[in-house]
């Protein structure tokens, strides 16, 4: 840690001397943000025929799997150097095992080809591995009966996430995403990757993912909300800082690429923390549907001015310690930079 300046022992220290000017400024600043360093979450919907408003996340949209408009989104980023997606699907049909996330049919599968045969390696493709939006039940782990009551079932659940991620991997995805918070989730994929040839495959792995109320207008957009009772029992508490260290140990020794933390915003402490802790791990942060939406409803009113709101936000994410930032304002964030 730095001494701390205080003018009692530098008298002649004044700070304001660093911010006499902009260039000044920009030339101390610790943190920069990098376009390159942000993904973009992107809704392709099997039941839409060409792109359609999300009400729930304003200024977004679903995309059909095989759409022009699909590849030109893509494009758009590119050209200001958002080269990183994170595709989540919503299938035109729902079962107890959420049989559509590992059909070659399903929504992602369909437009991770897509995307390949039109633009070929250029995008960074992630893929979410989960079938919360694919389940009639809505849960993120299959449902089970034990003596009586009804639970998220952890270990046959894993057999459902390694064929999801053998059928991502086959058609297209340069990263997998599970972010179901089973445990062994990180092993049972990295063990059916490799066993199917796709050893190049990464994971990019939702290690730290409270139960938070912020992913409210997310859930709604997937139609993936649990049908009965909650996720409490596989997210974290959010009461608990020092368990995340744990959760990201356990994933990096299991063999995750990349690690995340989610939701970024109310979660700055822990982001911070495991940067201490795991600095030879690329960390990523998920500025989740709430805040998206908080952050929206604030520039609507008035209350937040749109370039230099999300500019702080974004720089505040990095700051704390996160490598990568998942945010819904990825193409604002890199139109502003662009300027
Ligand atoms: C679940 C999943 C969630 C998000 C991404 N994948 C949340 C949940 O329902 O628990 C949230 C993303 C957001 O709110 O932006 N597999």
């Known amino acids: 840690m730095n001494p701390i300046y205080t003018s009692l022992r530098f008298p002649y220290t004044r700070p304001r001397r660093l911010r006499r000017r902009e260039a000044i400024r920009d030339l101390v600043a610790q943190v920069s943000i990098d376009p390159r360093k942000l993904v973009l979450p992107i809704f392709i919907n099997d039941s839409v025929s060409s792109p359609t408003p999300i009400n729930a996340l304003k200024g977004h949209k679903y995309y059909p799997p095989q759409s022009k408009e699909l590849i030109e989104l893509i494009q758009r980023a590119l050209e200001l150097d958002v080269h990183s997606f994170l595709l989540f699907g919503i299938p035109s049909f729902k079962d107890s095992i959420g049989s559509a996330a590992f059909s070659r049919e399903g929504p992602i599968q369909k437009a991770l080809r897509f995307i390949r045969s039109e633009l070929n390696d250029e995008p960074i493709l992630f893929a979410d591995l989960c079938i919360c939006s694919y389940t009639d039940h809505g849960h993120c782990g299959l449902i089970m009966n034990k003596n009586g009551s009804i639970v998220i079932d952890n270990d046959s659940t894993l057999d459902v996430y390694k064929k999801i991620a053998v059928s991502l991997a086959e058609n297209g995805a340069d990263f997998v995403a599970p972010s179901g918070m089973m445990d062994g989730q990180v092993r049972a994929i990295r063990e059916a990757l490799d066993s199917h040839g796709f050893t190049d495959i990464g994971i990019m792995s939702y290690s730290v993912k409270y139960a938070s109320s912020f992913y409210t207008p997310f859930r709604l957009a997937m139609d993936s909300s649990p049908r009965f009772g909650d996720r409490r029992s596989y997210q974290m508490d959010f009461r608990n800082a020092e368990e995340a260290v744990k959760e990201a140990i356990i ?89």
């Open 251 to 339: 994933d990096v020794e299991e063999g995750a690429d990349i690690i995340m933390v989610k939701p970024a915003l109310m979660y700055l402490d822990v982001i911070y923390m495991l940067k201490k802790v795991l600095q030879y791990v690329p960390l990523a942060a998920y500025s989740v549907s709430g805040e998206y939406m908080m952050i929206e409803l604030m520039i609507e009113n008035g209350y937040l001015d749109r370039d230099r709101g999300l500019l702080e936000i974004a720089t505040a994410v990095f700051r704390a310690g996160a490598d990568i930032m998942i945010t819904y304002h990825a193409l604002d964030i890199a139109m502003i930079l662009s300027r």
